[in-house]
Structures are given as structure tokens and as C-alpha cells.
Nanobody, 121 residues
Framework: QVRLVESGGDLVQPGGSLRLSCAAS????????MSWYRQTPGNEREWVAS????????TYADSVKGRFTISRDNAKNTVYLQMNSLKEEDTAVYIC??????????????WGQGTQVTVSS
């Protein structure tokens, strides 16, 4: 059974930091690109950051570049998102994603349930 379980969300003041975790099970974690997305009510899911399979190359949305860091531990089947210098506009549900290409135009996607991050004074 595939599971992605996020944790670490909390209420934090602007300028603060949080570290999110996503524990994965039920699939070959190291073979999947791992990503974080976020979503606010009434809006589409927004991509935040990714860590590729293989060499763990990282990429970031411009809105978080320089403030957030994604990392993965393949031995623990866990991906992390270190969030620094948080802003009120970072408030969202943060959702973990695992993706693997199975054919040129076909992917397998797994999603977690999300963890709430609220940035407010």
C-alpha cells in the first residue's frame, strides 16, 4: 500500500522557520522524483520544489528560491522541506508528491494528504 505522510506543519511568525517531512512507503522511493506542492482555498495546487531521482538535482519555484531547501534521504524513504524566512503568503497546505515516468507521456503519481503551514503574527 502506497503512503505519503506529511508532518511538521505549524503556526509560525513571519521570518520564522519550519521543517516539513514526508515519509513514504509502498513504492521504490529512490526511483521517484519527489516534490512539494502547496494549495490555498480556492486556488490551484502550486509547485514549490522538486528533488530528482538519481542525482537528487533540486529545482525551486521563483517564489521560494533562496528561502526553501528540499532534500531527500533515500535510506529513510523521506523527503524534507526546510522553510526559512517565512512570509504570510507562504501560508498553505503543503502536499508531498512522488512521480515516476512509466512511458514517454505517462507518469505514475502519488500524493499525500498535506500538512497545514500558517504564517501569521
Amino acid at each position: 500500500q502506497v503512503r505519503l505522510v506529511e508532518s511538521g506543519g505549524d503556526l509560525v511568525q513571519p521570518g520564522g522557520s519550519l521543517r516539513l517531512s514526508c515519509a513514504a512507503s509502498g513504492f521504490a522511493f529512490s526511483a521517484y522524483r519527489m516534490s512539494w506542492y502547496r494549495q490555498t482555498p480556492g486556488n490551484e495546487r502550486e509547485w514549490v520544489a522538486s528533488s530528482s531521482s538519481g542525482d537528487s538535482t533540486t529545482t525551486y519555484a521563483d517564489s521560494v528560491k533562496g528561502r526553501f531547501t528540499i532534500s531527500r534521504d533515500n535510506a529513510k524513504n523521506t523527503v524534507y522541506l526546510q522553510m526559512n524566512s517565512l512570509k504570510e503568503e507562504d501560508t498553505a497546505v503543503y502536499i508531498c508528491n512522488a512521480r515516476r515516468r512509466v512511458r514517454p507521456e505517462q507518469f505514475t503519481d502519488y500524493w499525500g494528504q498535506g500538512t497545514q503551514v500558517t504564517v501569521s503574527s
